[in-house]
């Protein structure tokens, strides 16, 4: 049973390009998270998605970030117009379903640079 | 709102030392406890966990003890590796509060031969 797969691991993006990282939860897993670690600091949640829905995005900077997760395929975190400051790790995390989930299964992150 | 304060690194220690690293939390509701640990250039691994007061959470030698009254989780082991070298997280989880986990900002633990 594979764990939570994130691409690319690492992207480099010249400031004002867009950045798209992928996220494929566990089997069976239908909530998605992405956080954020800037260096030399923890995770910060950003969103929590279900299939085809945004239930919590609170943690989401108001512009340039945007998240899907579709019936289809892999969950989608898009930077448009990156500045330096975006360069940070980037981390997806999966839980099954059900009301209520105690544990979150994270992905290897993807490591972004903005140059 | 829900936080996580962790103490703060690099902690170093010489091989076969006891390790502590002090969590405290604050949080609304009865939340989930959970140590992580990230090994350089990966991601986050579950090392333990706890879901209510009293609970003990131990693996590979970590324990850590989810105490209610003190407001705490702190990680213990009796004898570290070099193996063990990495940055650990404490964070919590609060279902009724939101499904996403809050986290410290990691401690750093560096372990000499």
């Known amino acids: 049973n594979a764990g939570v797969m994130q691409n690319p691991r690492h992207l480099v993006r010249r400031r004002g390009q867009e950045a798209r990282l992928r996220c494929s939860p566990m089997k069976g897993h239908s909530h998605v998270y992405w956080y954020r670690q800037l260096p030399e600091e923890g995770l910060k949640f950003m969103v929590y998605l279900q299939k085809e829905n945004i239930i919590d995005e609170s943690g989401m900077p108001k512009e340039r970030f945007s998240a899907e997760f579709p019936k289809e395929g892999p969950s989608i975190l898009r930077i448009q117009q990156v500045v330096r400051g975006d360069s940070a790790a980037y981390f997806c995390a999966s839980s099954p379903p059900g009301s209520r989930s105690y544990e979150q299964y994270f992905g290897p992150g993807t490591r972004l640079t903005v140059t | 709102g829900n936080s996580v304060t962790q103490m703060e690194g690099p902690v170093t220690l010489s091989e076969e030392a006891f390790l502590t690293i002090n969590c405290t939390y604050t949080a609304t509701g009865y939340p989930s406890l959970f140590w992580y640990v990230q090994y350089p250039g990966e991601g986050l691994q579950l090392l333990l966990k706890?879901?209510?007061?009293?609970d003990k959470g131990s693996n590979k030698g970590f324990e850590a003890t989810y105490r209610k009254e003190t407001t705490s989780f702190h990680l213990e082991k009796g004898s570290v590796q070099v193996s063990d070298s990495a940055v650990y997280f404490c964070a919590l989880s609060d279902p009724d509060y939101g499904q996403n986990f809050v986290f410290g900002p990691g401690t750093r633990l560096s372990v000499l031969p």
């Open positions: 706890a879901t209510k007061a009293d």
